[in-house]
């Protein structure tokens, strides 16, 4: 990586005019040539002693007279360090509630400001924090010769290079390790730390002192399969926890700290391992789920890629609100509560491709996804009208099927069916229509509802807007007078009108 150098960061020839929104305030105090400071001390001299002792300050001897103006004394030429002094008499009365007291601190502001040194410093201490306030990636002789390293942040360990404590700069507060699997040494993780990430290749026993009481965010990558020995070798901070793919060792109850609330597990034991604190959970594993395991404090489940299994009432707990499946599930739901009445938002995986029997998905859903390989025919009611927003990606007429309480509807992926009937097809009640990716039928006169203010056209090529000159012309011919908004993808581009049209990156 490009190493910052002290050029990159310092400010050469600055200008105060160029600050035009502080002109009218400089003219209210009394010129003082703070050049003289900065000549006689260039800041490119090698003596930092000499340069730190005119950066203290060097608002000079400021006293404030009876008519509330400040004045700059004569110091009769010493340029050591000086303080900022005022008369006995006229202290500065602190007054949230007095604007004399505003014009006072802001008057003090503006002198402490027109020093160029003082600015200069400033200025290049908040491009540093800008600079290292982001991921930065680091091999471990770059880290330990990097003349700014206090100011990193956020880090990116590269290399497998044992690290030593005092190796990692005290102000890291957040550190992802790639390629490392070292036994890491305790105080090697500083204090400062809240969110570490151990990397895919990590795989080694931790130490009591290992991970600092300031990680609140913690995560263990793929390989990482290390028996946890002691409650305390998680700390009690650690509110987000994440275990990797292959991890299978036994958790004692307590492991997993009282303080956790987001939790991603993916071993077969999860009875009394999982702490009533959870609120968000994901489950990367491919067993059944008995009723109960799983405590009712979630309020949010995933089950992972791999989860396929049958589920029965009590499987998932009446707290969840929001259920997405993985990749695989592709189990048939029953309509005797296997889905909570609690659950909001649900959504189903690639390969879900069952017959959704009526009263399966319960009234209480308003966000429901039935993506890739979803193909059944749905009857009426299928979809209970509690539904607001519905995403699916099937190839067949829907006619009937959408109930009139959903104001957004994606035609998903595979739809590339007329919408030849306006009164089934598309319910009065949507307002923001997604046409898919493999969607190419010519959109007829009246048939989007004038409810409709939103569309939007996948990245793929959608003849009916081919060859159509102007938007107006489009709109015009096609589409209801209520389109406020069309977004579309990066092929349709020929007719854009800026005013109405977005389009995806």
Not at 58 to 79: F, R, T
Not at 219 to 227: T, V
Request: hydrophobic fraction near 35%.
């Amino acid at each position: 990586m490009n190493l910052i150098q002290e050029d990159d960061i310092l400010i050469n020839n600055y200008n105060f005019n160029n600050f035009n929104s502080f002109n009218n305030n400089y003219n209210n105090y009394n010129n003082y040539n703070y050049n003289n400071y900065y000549n006689n001390n260039n800041r490119n001299n090698n003596n930092n002693s000499n340069y730190d002792n005119i950066l203290v300050i060097d608002i000079l001897n400021l006293n404030l007279n009876n008519d509330n103006n400040y004045k700059i004394n004569n110091n009769n030429g010493n340029e050591n360090n000086t303080l900022v002094n005022s008369s006995n008499n006229n202290n500065i009365e602190i007054n949230n509630n007095s604007n004399d007291y505003i014009n006072k601190i802001n008057k003090l502001f503006f002198l402490v400001w027109r020093n160029l040194i003082i600015r200069t410093e400033i200025i290049k201490y908040l491009r540093l924090f800008k600079i290292h306030h982001r991921k930065l990636s680091w091999s471990p002789n770059e880290l330990k010769e990097y003349s700014y390293r206090d100011f990193i942040s956020i880090l990116e360990y590269y290399g497998n290079e044992e690290l030593k404590p005092g190796d990692i700069p005290d102000n890291v507060t957040s550190i992802v390790f790639f390629n490392y699997n070292k036994p890491i040494l305790p105080k090697t993780i500083p204090e400062n730390v809240v969110k570490v990430n151990f990397g895919d290749l990590f795989n080694q026993p931790l130490s009591l002192g290992v991970l600092p009481s300031s990680v609140t965010d913690l995560r263990f990558g793929s390989f990482f399969n290390q028996r946890i020995a002691s409650n305390d070798i998680i700390p009690s901070s650690v509110i987000s926890l994440s275990f990797g793919s292959y991890f299978d060792q036994i958790l004692d109850p307590g492991i997993i700290p009282s303080s956790c609330k987001i939790l991603n597990i993916s071993f077969d034991e999860t009875e009394s391992i999982i702490p009533s604190s959870v609120k968000i959970l994901t489950l990367n594993l491919n067993q059944p789920i008995p009723p109960g395991a799983i405590p009712s404090s979630v309020t949010r489940l995933s089950f992972g890629n791999l989860f396929d299994q049958p589920l029965s009432p009590g499987s998932i707990p009446d707290s969840c609100q929001v259920l997405h499946f993985g990749y695989k599930f592709n189990q048939l739901i029953t309509p005797m509560g296997v889905i909570p009445h609690s659950v909001t938002e649900l959504s189903f995986g690639f390969e879900f491709d069952q017959s959704l029997i009526t009263g399966a998905i319960p009234s209480s859903v308003t966000d429901l996804s039935l993506n890739y390989r979803f193909n059944q025919p749905l009857l009426r009611g299928s979809i209970p009208s509690s539904v607001t927003s519905l995403t699916f990606n099937l190839n067949q007429t829907i006619t009937g099927i959408v109930p009139c309480s959903v104001r957004r509807l994606v035609l998903g992926r595979y739809f590339d069916q007329p919408l030849s009937s306006i009164q089934y097809i598309i319910p009065p009640s949507v307002n923001e229509l997604v046409l898919g990716e493999d969607f190419n039928q010519p959109l007829l006169p009246h048939e989007i509802p004038s409810s409709i203010t939103k569309i939007e056209v996948s990245d793929k090529r959608f003849s009916a807007f081919e060859y159509q000159d102007s938007l107006s012309q489009y709109i015009s011919s096609s589409l209801p007078q209520t389109i406020q908004e069309i977004k579309i993808g990066k092929n349709n581009y020929k007719f854009i009108n800026n005013k109405l049209i977005k389009i995806n990156k």
